[in-house]
């Protein structure tokens, strides 16, 4: 029995090579409780899907949107290509049953893991171009990842990070940029917790607390604008 045939038809990808598909969903900590498993984790797909979807995103928006000046596409596209994003089309598409995990990684809520789920949909992009073709994994990205919110955000121009509206404001008035620093690291490393503040003339103007220095930042700029107004 094919345990993968309703995300198949779900997703309109049938895999020639139901191992690959397997390979999608291997946690690595799995590999940890079973060094016997045949297959390896899906790091190295994630790795192959994370430049598989930037180049995706880069023709999609080459194709539809030819009117926005290039410092727009890369704004919307770190907002199509980041954890958030990802981690939503992962959860819509229930990824997250099909994964396998260590016993740690299940008790402490791993299929629900934000950055977990978003690894496994850049391995599944992979995945589906390596057993298929660019074409295909185009498609599936189209659907599931930019169908009405790509449109939604264009609209509306959210695709500007925090990040950048602050660097805007602070050098548009002040002719310098704010300083990020991480003030506090923890956890293992496959599972660090980054805190960064951000600063503008040595005053801290916000902090952010994520599982990557680059969402961190973005959490810290956030929470500067609540600040901004005592510059």
Known sequence: ???????????????????????????RSYLNEHKKFPLPSNERLE??????????????LFKNYSSLKEGDYTEIKSAMVKTESLHEAAKNLGLSQYLLLSRGEENGRGRQNKNILADCLEALI????????????????????????????????????????????IQGKYKTTPLYRVIEEKGPEHK??????????????????AGSKKEAEEKAAQNAFDNIKGL
Do not use: C
């Open 1 to 27: 029995m094919n345990p993968y045939q309703n995300l198949e038809k779900k997703i309109g990808v049938n895999f020639k090579s139901k191992n690959l598909l397997t390979n999608v969903f291997i946690h």
């Open 47 to 60: 790795f192959l899907g994370d430049s598989v979807l930037s180049l995706i995103t880069s023709v999609y």
């Open 126 to 169: 992979g995945a589906i171009f390596l057993d298929h073709s660019f074409e295909a994994s185009y498609k599936f990205v189209s659907k599931f990842l930019f169908e009405k919110k790509l449109d939604f955000i264009v609209k509306n121009e959210l695709y500007a990070s925090a990040k950048s509206q602050l660097q805007e404001i």
């Open 192 to 209: 660090r917790i980054f805190k960064i503040a951000v600063y503008f003339k040595n005053k801290r103007l916000g902090t952010g607390v």
